[in-house]
């Protein structure tokens, strides 16, 4: 994030992006007007490979009423679908705002979201709410 940060301080017109390509959609929403470039389109994430936007889509319509948190490592399209996107370092502040009566979906960060408040790993029995749907879609290629 910090990297796609940087990017909106710069003068230049284009911005080659050499990393993952949720990242360069990153660097593009915070930088409309300038062209960004990624060299290798199979740069990927396994985290942002594993939510598709369709099939994120479809869960949040089946399950409406939660509060989509998105961790940042994905793309665009997810993204555009979340409430609120954080990052590692602030996902437990944003998960503690939010009113505890409300379901929360984190996504697509299994591991980070099992330790967030409500998630399995936290263990605290004042935790009064529950990360449901910790979604993670597989892709099999054949």
């Given at each position: 994030?910090?990297?796609?940060r940087k990017?909106?301080?710069?003068?230049?017109?284009?911005i080659?992006?050499?990393?993952?390509?949720?990242?360069?959609e990153?660097a593009k929403i915070l930088n409309?007007?300038k062209l960004?470039l990624?060299?290798d389109?199979?740069?990927g994430c396994?985290l942002?490979?594993s939510?598709?936007?369709?099939?994120?889509?479809?869960?949040?319509d089946?399950h409406?009423?939660?509060?989509?948190?998105?961790?940042i490592?994905?793309?665009?399209?997810?993204?555009?679908?979340?409430?609120?996107?954080c990052?590692?370092?602030?996902?437990e502040?944003i998960?503690?705002?939010?009113?505890v009566?409300?379901?929360i979906l984190?996504?697509?960060d299994k591991?980070?979201?099992r330790?967030?408040?409500?998630g399995?790993s936290?263990g605290?029995?004042?935790?009064h709410?529950?990360l449901v749907?910790i979604?993670r879609f597989?892709?099999f290629?054949q």
């Open positions: 994030m910090e990297l796609a990017a909106k301080n710069t003068d230049a017109d284009i080659v992006f050499c990393g993952v390509h949720f990242m360069a990153t409309p007007d960004v990624v060299p389109m199979l740069a396994s942002a490979e939510c598709p936007a369709a099939e994120f889509k479809a869960f949040r089946a409406p009423g939660m509060v989509a948190v998105t961790y490592n994905c793309t665009a399209e997810v993204k555009a679908l979340s409430d609120i996107i990052t590692s370092s602030n996902a502040k998960i503690r705002q939010i009113p009566e409300k379901k984190f996504s697509p591991n980070l979201g330790y967030l408040p409500g399995e936290f605290s029995p004042r935790v709410r529950t749907g979604i597989y892709r290629y």
